[in-house]
């Protein structure tokens, strides 16, 4: 087998054995770059010099020592281009120092090889949004592979890249990882630091990995988990091996469906994909309970108010005086702020900025931003009932397999009403993954995966990998 298939576990144990090096690892994944890449288009660039010479001197005996991780274009990588796939910083930005999860990724032994493409500044659901490159979906290259992590799902899925770190702020991780056929986890807010992450919305951003499968995923979240000065949102926390409960299976867990998680506006094939996987955990010692998430209709307006508000905050920075492209000849400072902002976003970064700006202003605050900070905490408050109940909830990632490229592109509302059941997770905090559950054969004969949904209370991981450590051994 190519060592570009492999997972990080298969890897360490032949680099430890001397079998194979760190090098051998770094060829293997340039040559399926160059043999894939350009007509996936996961990765906006990388540096195969720079990995060779990481690799000559990588550490075995570290966690990931010599392990080759791809990287999102919004995490900042000392030395390496920052674009956020945006023509705003495109050749005009490269980061000055390490975000905190690549400093852990470094001091774990881990080889930085590659950034990926994602919708401009995260903001989508299909990676359509990049100003810089197309991707498209390993499994069927008509299709979208997902966003705004497009591009690390993408690397992954096809083999080009052992493992990845994306960012999810309302399914961002999940919902890819779901449409390419890989394990996606969104860890629990303050779960690992965003020191680095360059900001979409503040209060729902999350880093986390993007791998071949779920022992993978936890051996990141070991080494990227994990307090940080740097950071007042993260929280201090024990050290855990995420890996150490993998295999304990689901006997006498329980586990919740919610009943507004599974009614109409569900494609029946990932309906059935999805009950298929429900009942070989029951099968395996589950129990089943149906719980209920009311305010979950409301879920998709909170979030296209908040997100966007956060968004219209933190944008503002980019502003054509302090880093950045800026226009040619500007008139006076606001021709030069108007003129550079209006080059440098893409129409959906727009967008969501004047909809944020709008929703902020004087006279709106209270009937729209205000109100949906008070939904966000009923929704909350229903995954913390829910959670008395059981110990992690089941559902469908998305309603639909990956959509045709271009499908939804001129309807944005329909894009954001396909987040319905992943940016609940973000608006309570809590966490969740995406493991494979099976695919469905479209019209023109692909196999097109879905993904099954866990979610975990705050601070919940162990018992959310542990599902779906069973789930990809059951199917």
């Known amino acids: 087998m190519e060592l570009s298939n492999q997972s990080i576990t298969a890897l360490r144990q032949q680099l430890i054995s001397g079998e194979i090096s760190s090098a051998d690892i770094i060829d293997s994944l340039a040559n399926a770059i160059d043999t894939k890449d350009a007509e996936i288009g996961a990765y906006l660039s990388h540096d195969l010099d720079a990995a060779i010479q990481d690799a000559k001197t990588a550490d075995l005996t570290l966690p990931l020592g010599g392990i080759p991780i791809a990287i999102k274009d919004n995490i900042n990588v000392k030395g390496q281009p920052c674009a956020c796939a945006s023509r705003f910083l495109e050749g005009a930005y490269t980061s000055p120092y390490d975000a905190t999860v690549i400093g852990k990724l470094r001091a774990a032994g881990a080889i930085l090889y590659g950034r990926t493409n994602m919708d401009e500044f995260a903001m989508g659901s299909t990676t359509e949004n990049?100003?810089?490159?197309?991707?498209?979906?390993?499994?069927?290259?008509?299709?979208?592979?997902?966003?705004?992590?497009?591009?690390?799902?993408a690397a992954v899925a096809s083999h080009s890249a052992i493992a990845a770190l994306g960012s999810d702020t309302g399914g961002s991780i999940r919902q890819p990882a779901s449409y390419c056929g890989v394990v996606g986890l969104k860890p629990s807010y303050g779960r690992v630091s965003r020191y680095g992450l360059v900001a979409f919305a503040s209060s729902l951003d999350q880093i986390g990995p993007i791998t071949q499968n779920v022992e993978d995923s936890a051996l990141l979240l070991n080494v990227i988990s994990g307090g940080d000065s740097a950071d007042s949102t993260s929280l201090d926390q024990a050290q855990v091996d995420f890996t150490e409960s993998l295999n304990d299976g689901v006997a006498g867990m329980k586990l919740g469906?919610?009943?507004?998680?599974?009614?109409?506006?569900?494609?029946?094939?990932?309906?059935?994909?999805?009950n298929e996987s429900i009942k070989k955990l029951e099968a395996a010692g589950a129990e089943i309970v149906e719980i209920s998430l009311p305010h979950t209709e409301y879920a998709v307006a909170t979030y296209y108010i908040i997100a966007p508000a956060e968004a219209s905050s933190n944008l503002s920075r980019f502003d054509g005086v302090r880093y950045g492209n800026r226009v040619e000849d500007p008139k006076e400072i606001i021709d030069l702020y108007r003129r550079s902002r209006e080059q440098g976003f893409g129409p959906e970064v727009k967008r969501r900025i004047i909809l944020?700006?709008?929703?902020?202003?004087?006279?709106?605050?209270?009937?729209?931003?205000?109100?949906?900070?008070?939904?966000?905490?009923?929704?909350?408050?229903?995954?913390?009932?829910?959670?008395?109940?059981?110990?992690?909830?089941?559902?469908?990632?998305?309603?639909?397999?990956?959509?045709?490229?271009?499908?939804?592109?001129?309807?944005?509302?329909?894009?954001?009403?396909?987040?319905i059941f992943t940016i609940s997770a973000n608006l309570a905090g809590i966490c969740g993954i995406s493991v494979p559950c099976g695919t469905i054969t479209s019209n023109s004969g692909s196999e097109l995966p879905v993904g099954l949904q866990i979610l975990g209370p705050h601070m919940g991981e162990q018992a959310i990998l542990k599902v779906a450590k069973s789930v990809e051994d059951l199917v």
């Open 130 to 153: 990049s100003a810089l490159a197309n991707t498209v979906n390993p499994h069927d290259i008509t299709r979208v592979p997902g966003g705004s992590s497009g591009g690390s799902a």
């Open 257 to 274: 469906l919610p009943k507004e998680y599974f009614g109409d506006g569900i494609d029946p094939a990932v309906r059935d994909k999805v």
């Open 356 to 419: 944020g700006t709008y929703v902020l202003s004087s006279g709106y605050y209270d009937a729209y931003y205000n109100k949906a900070q008070k939904v966000r905490s009923l929704i909350k408050q229903d995954f913390a009932n829910a959670y008395k109940k059981v110990d992690a909830i089941l559902s469908p990632v998305t309603p639909n397999v990956a959509p045709k490229i271009g499908a939804d592109k001129d309807n944005p509302l329909q894009q954001y009403l396909a987040d």
